[in-house]
């Protein structure tokens, strides 16, 4: 399907699937090896995983397993958040590629601007600095890009007018009825990749009516829509399941949205979340 095997390209020319599976909430061990391990079966060739997720080693298992070669997939991690010294950041940074058992990641995030026991708090100095030490995997080719989420244009500016090399990618909380629109614009202008976490707004959406019409229109589910939708804004879904059948729904979404629809789904506001 091509929606798993198309590529965005990167501002540094690498080339990233258009379509990625989440991980975030799936359980270290059995849920999470055969979550992916389904995945893979399914065609995704791109995981995302965090440290903070716990499920690093799981994962690795499913893709050393599942026989396909390391460098067909995309392998996206990140530095939690609450890291903000870099003598820490590269224990942990070691810690995952321990875990993952490969030498170089696809992607590398900085998981938060700040702790998520003090969101919002001002941690744009530390930031730089685990920045740099970011710059230097870089250019080490242990990370082929590196990026951030959960950033704001705040944060973005604080960080690309006192680091070398602008982000990759801003992964963020991205779905019908909360796009964004300052910190996706921001990102386009500076050529960042915008990832969109919740698809489905943790499943808020499911229930809209609107969604509901649209998809029954276009002979889709609420799901694929919804996940349709970023598709047709070129920013990355990231949609997250254990269940196999969801896995290869979520997965189908090679059609397009008309301009009636997607206006229409532009002024949805009650998302449930």
């Given amino acids: 399907m091509p929606a798993l095997t198309d590529t965005f390209v990167l501002s540094n020319g690498v080339h990233i699937q258009k379509l990625g599976f989440g991980t975030w909430q799936i359980p270290d061990g059995p849920d999470a090896y055969n979550a992916t ?27 050393r397993d599942s026989g396909i070669p390391r460098d067909d997939i995309f392998i996206t991690t990140k530095l939690p958040a609450e890291i903000k010294d870099v003598s820490r950041a590269r224990e942990v940074h070691a810690q995952t590629m321990a875990a993952l058992d490969t030498d170089h990641l696809d992607l590398y995030l900085i998981h938060a601007p700040w702790p998520w026991t003090s969101i919002g708090s001002d941690h744009k100095a530390e930031n730089i600095e685990i920045w740099k030490f970011f710059e230097e995997l870089y250019d080490a080719g ?4 590196i990026g951030v989420s959960n950033f704001d244009v705040d944060d973005l500016e604080s960080l690309t007018a006192a680091t070398d090399v602008v982000p990759h990618v801003n992964q963020i909380r991205w779905f019908i009825g909360n796009t964004q629109g300052p910190t996706t614009a921001w990102c386009k202008e500076h050529e960042i990749l915008v990832e969109g976490y919740s698809p489905l707004a943790t499943g808020g959406l499911l229930d809209n009516a609107e ?21 047709e804004y070129d920013v990355l879904p990231l949609p997250k399941s254990t269940t196999p059948s969801r896995i290869e729904e979520n997965a189908a979404v090679d059609f397009e949205l008309s301009a ?6 532009d002024a949805i506001t009650d998302t449930g979340r």
């Fill in 37 to 63: 391990r389904t995945a893979l079966d399914v065609g995704y060739r791109h995981i995302d995983t965090a440290r903070a997720y716990g499920n690093e080693a799981s994962i690795a298992r499913a893709i």
């Fill in 260 to 265: 009636e629809d997607i206006a229409a789904l």
């Fill in 211 to 231: 969604i509901k019409r649209i998809a029954d229109k276009v002979g889709k589910t609420v799901a694929q829509v919804a996940i349709r939708y970023l598709l």
């Fill in 142 to 145: 242990t990370a082929r890009s």
